[in-house]
T-cell receptor, first 114, second 110 residues
Framework: EPEVTQTPSHQVTQMGQEVILRCVPI?????FYWYRQILGQKVEFLVS????????KSEIFDDQFSVERPDGSNFTLKIRSTKLEDSAMYFC????????????FGAGSRLTVL | QKEVEQDPGPLSVPEGAIVSLNCTYS??????FMWYRQYSRKGPELLMY????GNKEDGRFTAQVDKSSKYISLFIRDSQPSDSATYLC??????????FGTGTRLTIIP
């Protein structure tokens, strides 16, 4: 069964450093998403991306964050100047059509900021 | 009031029992309602999807939406140990951005 692949599975970084989380969506999918889950809290929407541009973003997704589809297969989330409160599980998701009911999530990348 | 509220549990029931999981919400704009299952160290996996009010059944799972009460439920019949997971309700006004509940951790005891 096709799946969304995320790397790294766990990254530890120092506060102030930049991190890039990578995702390989399902190959025929066109809509891409990032969500995050701080430990013990709910999963939160960060951003949706279609046709090489952001289609919607949450208030969490400020200038510290950016997304990119650098080639035909990868979808990345960059976090500049990481803060302690950025520590969370970051989930990538993709779908072949718009609509939250058809999202396929990856297993997540755990980010720990020290 | 939180936009979506879900009892975090944990909830433990014996194998074969009927499980009832619930969420309440405050945003009347929500039209799309989903239940996700999340196993440890995995991403959320879509279980059930319902548009607007009503019931939907899929095998041992039944999802109910009552928009007048702003209340959604997931029932699991003949529960199995493999159903042990965290169950997340999620909803959206526009089929795009999902708002999740905190999740209910469920354990089915053999």
């Amino acid at each position: 069964e096709p799946e969304v692949t995320q790397t790294p599975s766990h990254q530890v970084t120092q506060m102030g450093q930049e991190v890039i989380l990578r995702c390989v969506p399902i190959s025929n999918h066109l809509y891409f998403y990032w969500y995050r889950q701080i430990l013990g809290q709910k999963v939160e929407f960060l951003v949706s991306f279609y046709n090489n541009e952001i289609s919607e973003k949450s208030e969490i997704f400020d200038d510290q964050f950016s997304v990119e589809r650098p080639d035909g297969s990868n979808f990345t989330l960059k976090i500049r100047s990481t803060k302690l409160e950025d520590s969370a599980m970051y989930f990538c998701a993709s779908s072949s059509q718009p609509g939250a009911n058809v999202l396929t999530f990856g297993a997540g990348s755990r980010l720990t900021v020290l | 009031q939180k936009e979506v509220e879900q009892d975090p549990g944990p909830l433990s029931v014996p194998e074969g029992a009927i499980v009832s999981l619930n969420c309440t919400y405050s945003n009347s704009a929500f039209q799309y309602f989903m239940w996700y299952r999340q196993y440890s160290r995995k991403g959320p996996e879509l279980l059930m999807y319902t548009y607007s009010s009503g019931n939907k059944e899929d095998g041992r799972f039944t999802a109910q939406v009552d928009k007048s009460s702003k209340y959604i439920s997931l029932f699991i019949r003949d529960s199995q140990p493999s159903d042990s997971a965290t169950y997340l309700c999620a909803m959206s006004p526009s089929r795009e951005k999902l708002t999740f509940g905190t999740g209910t951790r469920l354990t089915i005891i053999p």
